[in-house]
């Protein structure tokens, strides 16, 4: 096995030309595997690019600092969104919801009537808490980690994740959605068609007149990194284009 072996490295690797008689009529088996054994195969020259601390993200955070950081972000969402609880429990407690000596299709009016109420406060919540932190978001940008514009901008972004999805699904396909988006700040032209598209930062995106976003296409606007930093940047779609379903488009991407 050893002359075998030694035999094929000599042929496909050194390059040296011998038949199998002229191996065994001269049978240098361990000079040849010593030959084998000192030779090195030189590995290419290969430069490592540096890595890009604003794409890699500081890795040296400490994972207990951000994994606090975002319990301590989940509590202030959920506060906020007990804010907007409240106009529902107002109407819940006014009208008396519950009362047995009420017929039963009276109760049920006031509780479809408070989950409407809700469903039209939270993002109206969501629109002035968005407001009040951030404002409106800057393309290309890298927020550090546990900073303070960091835990503003990761609020933000839970508020919205518990409303977008709903609202793409409720008026996809419609012409209320970009409204909707237009209004959380997106750039969107006129006749333009979005079915159930999520915008995760509206205010990054910018589609042009008469463009189509088909069915579970994504504009990428926000990624969170290992090390818990964010980067920013917008997606721009031209006009009278056509994004085909399952399309994703990554940050900064322009068509």
């Known amino acids: 096995f050893l002359a075998i072996e030694v035999l094929s490295c000599m042929r496909e690797r050194l390059g040296v030309d011998i038949s199998v008689r002229e191996f065994y009529v001269n049978p240098t088996v361990a000079a040849c595997a010593l030959q084998k054994g000192n030779y090195i195969e030189e590995a290419p020259d290969i430069r490592v690019a540096p890595e890009d601390v604003a794409v890699t993200g500081d890795l040296k955070t400490n994972p207990v600092r951000v994994a606090l950081f975002k319990v301590l972000g989940l509590l202030v ?148 990194l290992p090390s818990g930093s964010i980067m920013l940047d917008g997606v721009k779609v031209g006009s009278r284009c056509i994004i085909e379903p399952n399309t994703v488009l990554g940050l900064g991407c322009k068509i």
Not at 150 to 178: C, S
Not at 181 to 205: H, K, Q, S
Request: hydrophobic share 55%.
């Open 77 to 224: 969402v959920y506060g906020i969104v007990g804010v907007a609880l409240l106009p529902t429990l107002a109407v819940l407690l006014g009208f008396g919801y519950g009362n047995e000596s009420r017929w039963f299709i009276i109760n049920a009016l006031i509780l479809v009537l408070s989950l409407i109420l809700f469903i039209l406060t939270l993002p109206c919540v969501v629109w002035i808490v968005k407001m009040l932190l951030i404002g409106k978001r800057q393309t290309r940008e890298r927020i550090p980690a546990c900073s303070w514009k960091h835990f503003r901008v990761w609020v933000v972004d839970r508020l919205w994740d518990m409303v977008v999805g709903r609202i793409a699904e409720t008026f996809g396909g419609t012409a209320i959605l970009p409204i909707i988006y237009r209004a959380f700040g997106a750039r969107i032209g006129n006749n333009v068609f979005l079915d159930d598209t999520v915008l995760r930062n509206p205010e990054l995106v910018e589609i042009g007149d008469g463009s189509i976003v088909e069915r579970d296409a994504v504009l990428e606007t926000f990624v969170e």
